[in-house]
């Protein structure tokens, strides 16, 4: 079903969020619909009035609303409409937000260097895709966070660190949480990344737990007990089907 309505669209995902009041709720319905009907616009252009301004502000600074929950609502949403596709594409990436207000302070570095003065933060989405209709579904994961200073540190400092604790570890979770969430479904989705994700250990789990998935090639590996590497292997693979 595609909603073209913003107000029923931030109904449609959002109006399970259980933030413990359901003022708060309400709340989170009018911003969601707000903001999607004046898309790239600020909180203040697109809540129309001072009372509306004012309440968005409140909620965004209630220490009692928390991100996740939203989220949570809003990922869980989408169970009907996975449920119905035989294929679903799990489309993943990594987006860098910089900003330049006061507010830089308390976010990370989004440079490759601690020295950089780009701050801000990072977000590892998964857009879930029906193969067949090639119908936008909506999010299937998200994982945020701020570079912390004490996480940059030689190559030598990241080669002695537990995997869980890299960032190289957003894909393995995102896998998780997606066979968490849509477990009936996980044999219907294909998770599909870039290179960055060409890595023994995320490769290992997908394979172990009998997921779907398409990595970009990155290293030239060794993938069988032959010890024939992974372009020659595939141009011997199209050779034999392809003749």
């Given amino acids: 079903m595609l909603i073209k309505d913003t107000e029923q669209w931030a109904n449609h995902l959002f109006k399970h969020a259980e933030l413990?009041?359901?003022?708060?709720?309400?709340?989170?319905?009018?911003?969601?619909h707000q903001m999607a009907s004046n898309t790239g616009s600020s909180i203040v252009k697109a809540s129309g009035s001072q009372a509306?301004?004012?309440?968005?502000?409140?909620?965004?600074?209630n220490d009692k609303v928390?991100?996740?929950?939203?989220?949570?609502?809003?990922?869980?949403?989408?169970?009907?409409?996975?449920?119905?596709s035989n294929t679903?594409?799990?489309?993943?990436?990594?987006?860098?937000?910089?900003?330049?207000?006061?507010?830089?302070?308390?976010?990370?570095?989004?440079?490759?260097?601690k020295q950089s003065s780009s701050k801000g933060m990072l977000a590892h989405t998964v857009l879930m895709v029906d193969a067949e209709t090639e119908r936008t579904i909506g999010l299937g994961a998200q994982h945020r966070w701020c570079r912390k200073d004490e996480n940059f540190g030689t190559a030598n400092d990241r080669k002695r660190r537990k995997y869980e604790t890299k960032e190289s570890y957003k894909w393995q979770r995102s896998s998780e949480e997606m066979s968490t969430r849509f477990a009936d479904v996980?044999?219907?989705?294909?998770?599909?990344?870039?290179?960055?994700?060409d890595m023994f250990e995320y490769i290992d789990y997908k394979t172990v737990n009998n997921q779907r998935f398409v990595?970009?090639?990155?290293?030239?590996?060794?993938?069988?007990?032959?010890?024939?590497?992974?372009?020659p292997y595939i141009e011997n693979q199209r050779s034999f089907i392809f003749g």
Avoid at 20 to 32: A, F
């Fill in 186 to 197: 996980m044999d219907n989705i294909i998770s599909v990344c870039d290179r960055e994700s």
């Fill in 20 to 32: 413990g009041d359901e003022r708060r709720t309400k709340r989170l319905l009018k911003i969601s």
């Fill in 215 to 231: 990595v970009k090639a990155k290293h030239e590996r060794v993938v069988n007990a032959d010890g024939d590497k992974l372009s």
């Fill in 88 to 113: 679903i594409l799990a489309l993943e990436d990594t987006s860098t937000l910089c900003y330049r207000h006061n507010v830089t302070k308390e976010l990370g570095h989004t440079g490759a260097y």
């Fill in 52 to 61: 509306s301004i004012e309440g968005a502000y409140r909620f965004l600074r």
């Fill in 66 to 84: 928390d991100a996740d929950n939203i989220a949570t609502a809003g990922l869980i949403s989408l169970l009907p409409a996975i449920t119905l």
